[in-house]
């Protein structure tokens, strides 16, 4: 699993958002090599770029919280960021040339309307049918 989807995975089962210093010690308890501040700090600058994590001032620091959850949601943002429109296009076409997979984007897209992000803060903006949510 790489550190990005490791991170992201940390900060979608926070019940919080999360300091860059939280996140480093909670990665570093995983495992025996030590992860420096400055590697944490640059995966969380990644994943805000890619709009798979939001940052929020709080003072002095930053705190994180994640828009998405998992590999797919990270591969998601990371396509539809670098693709835009054209993901969007290609997707549906996919979708299209395939009966079972178009009911199912048919019924996610007129799924529930509750997101499934509860709260506030930057991933509670990011609900379905807004701009930074991802699968």
């Not at 308890?29 to 590697?39: G, I, N, P």
């Not at 993901?87 to 199912?104: G, I, K, N, S, T």
């Amino acid at each position: 699993m790489s550190l990005q989807v490791r991170v992201l995975d940390l900060l979608s089962s926070a019940d919080r958002p999360l300091q860059g210093r939280e996140i480093q010690e909670r990665l570093n308890q995983e495992q025996e090599h030590r992860l420096a501040y400055t590697t944490v700090l640059t995966v969380l600058r990644r994943l805000v770029e890619a709009g798979a994590a939001a940052r929020e001032r709080s003072g002095r620091l930053f705190l994180y919280q994640a828009t998405c959850r998992g590999e797919v949601g990270l591969a998601v943002r990371k396509v539809f960021a670098h693709y835009g429109a054209d993901a969007v296009e290609h997707f549906v076409a996919q979708a299209r040339a395939d009966p079972a997979l178009w009911a199912q984007l048919a019924t996610a897209v007129a799924g529930p309307a509750s997101p499934r992000w509860e709260g506030s803060g930057p991933a509670a903006d990011a609900a379905p049918g807004r701009s930074g949510w991802c699968g």
